[in-house]
């Protein structure tokens, strides 16, 4: 009866290993070509000597989610360690948390897509095709074309991810640019702090007053997103009045004397198109009048909303002809 | 008193991380392949440090790269043991940095248990 448990025992082995080592493509490439042989040698000692229960997946599996982005993030800083490194992980990393937050970090992600995400994606194709042109010799007329296109492609992803889309549209396009914002802005600090650290005193100087820039304008969208997620705040009763901003009370003002007028007025100029307010039963934010489930409520919560469809169809923006023409 | 110029500077490698000090600690003993280091630091920490392959090797990586260890060119006996498997061992530099930490911690001991007025660390019996 050995021989066959022995057998099983290889064979169990053998897939183990081999499922091992497809897991290795967490690590980077380098890593992996230089020590993917030790690292399954090592997973199939550990399964030799914990023969019994799933103690050496556990242990592997769970060393795998802690050393793989370890060894990504060593390989993306090219092994340099220092704040600029953790800098570049804690952002990296603090993007997807907003992504996950919820609701009121909407107006935080939209306008880090947007503002950041935008050009750094694209800045970060520039620099892989100015990479390939210096290292294939290609004429600079095709490094416009690919910077125009790597541009035009980001800008198609936005419009893509408009309001009306289905929420999968919307994931899959944040996920893009969350990803290429996160190493585009890795590989920004991560040249920044080379230049600044270079022999070349001018390139030095560059490399720290580009610093410098990118800390301010860091600094300016921290605040722009910390007032908008202060515009986003649900109304009174849920918050205190007086951490919402004056554009907000207005609005929550307006709604509260049934002014619908100023309501729809307020609401189609503020800045933040998250902004909430109550109208009727529920709270509805400047966007909503907008949104086609404004149109399909019952009956019943139907009659606090005639009065703001009647504004809106005399308005001329374009989701009021769309509202009007729906109810019509 | 200046030192030997053949005594590497441990200075700048001090102090050691855990996972680093304890694989150079097991070095210390001998040469070891990469499954008996991650062994013998379990042992050695009782448990305390359970090292996967990744983190093993990463941590070896970064040895490697520091000049703390080296590959070593001794084979065992082939009979024994399989001779694709890399053993590694401890250079000038790696001991003279393990030395220089254990020095440093009973240092530490040392002051802490004189100078703390609860008693943080038992006296040796």
């Known amino acids: 009866m050995t021989a066959p448990v022995g057998r ?83 952002v990296v990393g603090l993007v997807p948390a907003v992504a996950l937050i919820g609701s009121p970090s909407r107006s935080i992600l939209f306008m880090f897509l947007v503002v950041i995400g935008l050009p750094i994606v694209g800045i970060n194709r520039l620099h892989r095709a100015w990479l390939v042109r210096r290292t294939t010799g290609g004429r600079v007329a095709g490094l416009v074309v690919l910077g125009v296109a790597a541009f035009s492609s980001d800008a198609v992803l936005l419009v893509l991810a408009g309001p009306d889309r289905g929420w999968w549209i919307g994931a899959s396009v944040a996920l893009v640019l969350i990803v290429g914002s996160g190493l585009g802005i890795a590989w920004g600090i991560a040249s920044l702090t080379a230049a600044a650290r270079s ?45 919402a901003s004056s554009e907000t009370r207005a609005l929550w003002e307006a709604a509260g004397r049934g002014d619908v007028e100023t309501v729809v007025r307020l609401a189609q100029t ?3 198109p998250w902004v909430q307010f109550p109208v009727g039963d529920g709270k509805h934010n400047a966007r909503g009048y907008a949104d086609e489930r404004l149109l399909d409520l019952p009956d019943a919560q139907e009659a606090p909303y005639a009065e703001i469809k009647r504004v809106l169809a005399g308005t001329q923006s374009s989701w009021a002809r769309r509202c009007h023409a729906a109810t019509s | 008193m200046s030192k030997s110029p053949e005594v590497p500077d441990p200075t700048p490698f001090v102090p050691l991380a855990p996972a680093p000090l304890h694989i150079v600690l097991v070095l210390n003993r001998g040469e ?47 009979a024994l043991d399989d001779e694709r498997r890399k053993y590694y061992r401890l250079t000038a530099l790696g001991r003279a940095v393990c030395v220089a930490e254990l020095d440093r911690l009973a240092k530490l001991v040392e002051r802490t248990r004189r100078a703390a007025p609860t008693r943080l660390i038992a006296e040796p019996s």
């Open chain 1, 8 to 90: 099983n025992t290889e064979l169990r082995l053998e897939r183990s290993a081999a499922a091992y080592r497809r897991l290795l493509v967490a690590y980077p490439r380098p890593f992996r070509d230089e020590y993917g042989d030790d690292l399954v040698q090592a997973f199939r000692d550990l399964m030799m000597t914990h023969t019994e229960g799933r103690g050496p997946w556990w242990r592997a599996i769970r060393d795998l989610v802690t050393s793989a982005p370890r060894q990504r993030a060593d390989a993306l800083m090219g092994g340099r360690r220092g704040p600029a490194g953790l800098v570049a992980l804690v």
């Open chain 1, 270 to 272: 503020c800045a933040d």
């Open chain 1, 199 to 243: 022999r070349d005193p001018s390139r030095r100087r560059l490399a720290r007053w580009a610093i410098a820039a990118g800390v301010v304008i860091l600094g300016v969208i921290i605040g722009a997103g910390y007032n908008s997620y202060r515009n986003s705040l649900p109304p009174p009763g849920d918050h205190s009045v007086a951490q």
């Open chain 2, 32 to 78: 070891r392949h990469g499954y008996a280091i991650m062994r013998d630091v379990e042992d050695l920490s009782d448990g305390v440090i359970k090292m996967g392959p990744g983190s093993l090797y990463g941590t070896i990586k970064k040895l490697l790269a520091g000049g703390l260890i080296e590959q070593s060119d001794v084979r065992p006996d082939p």
